[in-house]
């Protein structure tokens, strides 16, 4: 079946840390993956997406991820998080009949 | 100023009643989709139309309804038979249907029951 696990539902950083955000998925075919962003009360925006190639891609605000096919997983990272990147994140792979299939999101807190 | 909008932003609906939620697009896509978020469950997939007069259900479409009269617009009506209607829900538009494309979202509607 096709899933986006997310294992962390919360974490809390202190400003100025690194961050890594775990993201797992189950897809038979080659994944499309996507990381959004939320913050409260608002639309999702996109930070980045993998299609092929190069399996680091680099983001919006700093931010990047790595596919790792061995693994199955697409983790988003920052070296240095801002008091701003508090939020909830959403990882998501591209599915037949295009749809999006999310992970149940991961909420950051930042600590100054 | 090219974008998704949603309509409104808070919506109340009293027992029995259908309501209506407005969403629409001017960035020309094909596809449009709504998604319910509820907390700790991520976004479940309700509806999507990837053309014009044609639309598909997704996962959880019991109680919901749509239709895509236009290119830039998809209203997703919230029936009574939708016995748990307190959600978020989100629009998406994407430029067109293959799978590497980009979904963009509108800033959503929080729906109520009175």
């Known amino acids: 079946a096709q899933s986006v696990t997310q294992p962390d539902i919360h974490i809390t950083v202190s400003e100025g840390a690194s961050l890594e955000l775990r993201c797992n998925y189950s897809?038979?075919?080659?994944?499309?993956l996507f990381w959004y962003v939320q913050s409260p009360g608002q639309g999702l925006q996109l930070l980045l997406k993998?299609?092929?190639?190069?399996?680091l891609v680099q983001g919006i605000k700093g931010f990047e991820a790595e596919f790792k096919r061995s693994q199955s997983s697409f983790n988003l990272r920052k070296p240095s998080v801002h008091w701003s990147d508090a939020a909830e994140y959403f990882c998501?792979?591209?599915?037949?009949?295009?749809?999006?299939?999310f992970g149940a999101g991961t909420r950051l807190a930042v600590h100054p | 100023d090219g974008g998704i909008t949603q309509s409104p932003k808070y919506l109340f609906r009293k027992e029995g009643q259908n309501v209506t939620l407005s969403c629409e697009q001017n960035?020309?896509?094909?596809?449009m989709y709504w998604y319910r978020q509820d907390p700790g469950q991520g976004l479940r997939l309700i509806y999507y139309s990837q053309i014009v007069n044609d639309f598909q259900k997704g996962d959880i479409a019991e109680g919901y309804s749509v239709s895509r009269e236009k290119k830039e617009s998809f209203p997703l009506t919230v029936t009574s038979a939708q016995k748990n209607p307190t959600a978020f829900y989100l629009c998406?538009?994407?430029?067109?249907?293959?799978?590497?494309?980009?979904?963009?979202f509108g800033p959503g509607t929080r729906l109520l029951v009175l």
């Open positions: 960035l020309n896509h094909d596809a």
């Open positions: 998406a538009s994407r430029r067109d249907s293959g799978r590497q494309e980009t979904q963009y």
């Open positions: 998501a792979v591209g599915a037949v009949y295009n749809k999006l299939i």
């Open positions: 897809y038979g075919a080659t994944p499309y």
């Open positions: 993998y299609f092929s190639g190069d399996t």
